[in-house]
T-cell receptor, first 115, second 111 residues
């Protein structure tokens, strides 16, 4: 089975540009998480979806960040306008079920550099 | 508020040696996870521990959970270079989707 698929793997952009990151979760998984990883702050949960509905977006840094999940097989994380401090690796992860013991399965990540 | 502390944060060791990484957490939890991350790569699930006294082993890695002490350990036996990576523990909040992550332990194993 295919794992969690993210694109692009690498993105270099200039400050002020719009960035869109994409994620395809594992088929049958109904929980989806977007994380950001930096050296300074470690792994931060940005937003959590269950059955395509955003349940917790308290980790979204500010209004420049938005996320959608239009269907069970696709999610996007958008940054507009981007800033240098947004440079990080963004991971998407999925899990079967809403709570309980299942572990998260992570994508390969999208490394974002904002100049 | 659930807090998770790993120690050490950095560990350099020789091949063939044994060592243990510790993961302490501050409130009750019903599940604990260990993940591995190679540089520039994704996070890979290693172990899921669901009950007090749970012990799981895979190759040279063994993980255990003591819910009363709020402590999990990841023990490395006769380390080999291929185990060099960053290891994270993550603790699940009871009946909740959230995972609280440790800061990670960067392990370097020298030949």
């Amino acid at each position: 089975d295919a794992g969690v698929i993210q694109s692009p793997r690498h993105e270099v952009t200039e400050m002020g540009q719009e960035v869109t990151l994409r994620c395809k979760p594992i088929s049958g998984h109904n929980s989806l998480f977007w994380y950001r990883q930096t050296m300074m702050r470690g792994l931060e949960l940005l937003i959590y979806f269950n059955n395509n509905v955003p349940i917790d977006d308290s980790g979204m840094p500010e209004d420049r960040f938005s996320a959608k999940m239009p269907n069970a097989s696709f999610s996007t994380l958008k940054i507009q306008p981007s800033e240098p401090r947004d440079s990080a690796v963004y991971f998407c992860a999925s899990r079967r079920g809403w709570e309980g013991a299942g572990e998260l399965f992570f994508g390969e990540g999208s490394r974002l550099t904002v100049l | 508020e659930l807090k998770v502390e790993q120690n050490p944060l950095f560990l350099s060791m020789q091949e063939g040696k044994n060592y243990t990484i510790y993961c302490n957490y501050s409130t009750t939890s019903d599940r604990l996870y260990w993940y591995r991350q190679d540089p520039g790569k994704s996070l890979e699930s290693l172990f899921v521990l669901l009950s007090n006294g749970a012990v799981k082993q895979e190759g040279r890695l063994m993980a255990s959970l003591d819910t009363k002490a709020r402590l999990s350990t990841l023990h490395i036996t006769a380390a080999v270079h291929d185990l060099s990576a960053t290891y994270f523990c993550a603790v699940g909040m009871d009946s909740n989707y959230q995972l609280i992550w440790g800061a990670g332990t960067k392990l370097i194993i020298k030949p």
